[in-house]
């Protein structure tokens, strides 16, 4: 089984998973949004025991929605959101973005289209950079 290693922002946190993956969401949820500060949470899901703590452990902290099942894991160094364990403890949400390898699985479905903030389906068509513009 391929491991693919990820980490926080600061590096503080790192950590190993298999690439046993059940799917990889674009969530357009209202509390996604919030969460990223983006019109979409681009997250991977495997079962819980899918997660090897390789460094900070200790610098994690969990934010879980009071009325929702709904939680949320980050670095309280870099604020960058890490894997975590939802409520009900059935699922490991890797952020795709917290991946330093590339993984094999592709978006499998956008979830919540819904919700989906207008703007973001109007700059679709928005000029791209390569990096920063002048």
């Known amino acids: 089984m391929n491991v693919l290693k990820g980490s926080c922002l600061c590096s503080e946190v790192t950590f190993s998973v298999e690439e046993r993956f059940k799917a990889f969401y674009l969530c357009h949820c209202a509390q996604c949004q919030k969460l990223t500060g983006s019109g979409f949470a681009s997250n991977i ?3 819980p025991d899918n997660i090897n703590w390789l460094t900070g452990a200790e610098h994690i902290t969990n934010y879980e929605h009071p009325s929702r099942a709904f939680s949320k894991a980050f670095c309280k160094l870099c604020g960058s959101g890490v894997p975590f364990i939802n409520k ?5 949400f890797i952020p795709a973005g917290s991946l330093t390898e ?33």
């Open 45 to 47: 899901l495997t079962t």
């Open 88 to 92: 009900s403890k059935t699922t490991l």
């Open 102 to 134: 590339k993984p094999s699985i592709v978006p499998t479905a956008k979830i919540f289209k819904a919700e989906s903030p207008e703007w973001l389906k109007q700059g679709l068509n928005a000029k791209s950079y390569d990096g920063f513009p002048d």
